[in-house]
């Protein structure tokens, strides 16, 4: 989640790698913690590359991992699928009712 982390804040978009990288990803999201599921989700986000295999199994991923994921990891993941348009709602109802459990943690950046 580095490499696609590195590449979104630097706004360089190239395909072939973002592709590569969701390609290497799919196969290893099971080891992912839930920063790396957020940080993926928002690098692909950031650089409006929608690659619906990714966020759907990133989706799938989250889902079991969203107790232990920090305030800003569920920020992330709801501002990455809201910015790609991607209705998950079983992800985003978890999401938000996570953020209900939590809402006296959440910083002022993360409501």
Same mark, same amino acid.
């Given at each position: 989640?580095?490499?696609?982390?590195?590449?979104?804040?630097?706004?360089?978009?190239?395909?072939?790698?973002?592709?590569?990288?969701?390609?290497?990803?799919?196969?290893? !999201?099971? =080891?992912? @913690?839930?920063?790396?599921?957020?940080?993926?989700?928002?690098?692909?986000?950031?650089? @409006?590359?929608?690659? =619906?295999?990714?966020?759907?199994?990133?989706?799938?991923? @989250?889902?079991?991992?969203?107790?232990?994921?920090?305030?800003?990891?569920?920020?992330?993941? @709801?501002?990455?699928?809201?910015?790609?348009?991607? &209705?998950?709602?079983? !992800?985003?109802?978890?999401?938000?009712? =996570?953020?209900?459990?939590?809402?006296? &943690? !959440?910083?002022?950046?993360?409501?």
């Amino acid at each position: 989640s580095n490499l696609a982390w590195a590449l979104a804040r630097l706004k360089m978009t190239d395909d072939t790698l973002m592709a590569a990288i969701a390609s290497a990803a799919l196969h290893k !999201l099971a =080891e992912f @913690a839930p920063q790396n599921l957020s940080n993926t989700a928002w690098s692909f986000a950031t650089l @409006a590359l929608l690659d =619906e295999p990714l966020m759907a199994a990133i989706a799938s991923q @989250a889902l079991f991992r969203l107790p232990v994921a920090s305030c800003q990891d569920l920020a992330n993941m @709801a501002w990455s699928f809201a910015t790609l348009r991607i &209705e998950n709602w079983p !992800l985003l109802d978890a999401i938000s009712s =996570e953020s209900l459990a939590r809402i006296n &943690e !959440l910083a002022t950046q993360n409501l």
